[in-house]
DNA sequence: CGGTAATATCGAAAAATGTCGATACAGCGA
DNA sequence: TCGCTGTATCGACATTTTTCGATATTACCG
């Protein structure tokens, strides 16, 4: 027999999703997300030291995970005195949702 | 003045959120997005060796990230003949969805 | 200005992750 | 059975990530 193929080849798509992968990266540790649930389902913002004293984390590490989820943009944070304050961006579940969609239905995102 | 806090101080949530992180740990590589967007846009199944064909990775990394997509639940895959064919699971977007619904509206998920 | 408290950054260590060459395994065809 | 092809696993390496102690920075207060 001649050369065999397993199925008339199909298209796997070559996009750059490395936006959607950075934010989605921001989501794969469970300490991050008990702050992002936390700050979505309080009316408002946190102060940091919430954190601290409420999360099995020691201080730096908490604000490791605070800088991350700050660099992705889901979070917001604002100085008040000597205290710090972070709240939900407001666009935070739609982006997510977006990114979603954009690889299940293959809508374009801006991740 | 005596002691100052911040604010009263607000609940931080507490609960155990690894399940939903390795969810989206499988959904934190810019490769394994391009796979499950294929997988997701595509009717039916697609055979690995179209894959290691237009991915820019070698075949022990394809291989491997197909594993970590298939551990995650979201994959589901059947071999025929010499081939391997993965498609998604029936689930996958649903769960996806119930799990950022969980973080931002409280809602129990099963991750 | 000096002291104290909250937060961020630095540096290091351990663990996890992405990648690939080499190899093993599975199924087909001659 | 033998050889070939597609896929998975193994072992190694480089990079990234998580964590934390030590230290720096910022702001308040007396």
Known sequence: MSIQRCCPPKRVIR???SGEAALFQALADEHR???LASLAQTDGEICVCDFTDQLP???PTVSHHLRILHESGLVT???RGTWVYYKLAPDAKRRLQQSLRGLFDGRATVA
Do not use: C, G, K
């Open 57 to 59: 984390l020691n201080q």
């Open 77 to 79: 944070s604002a100085r």
């Open 33 to 35: 997300l008990a702050i």
């Open 15 to 17: 996009a750059d999703y």
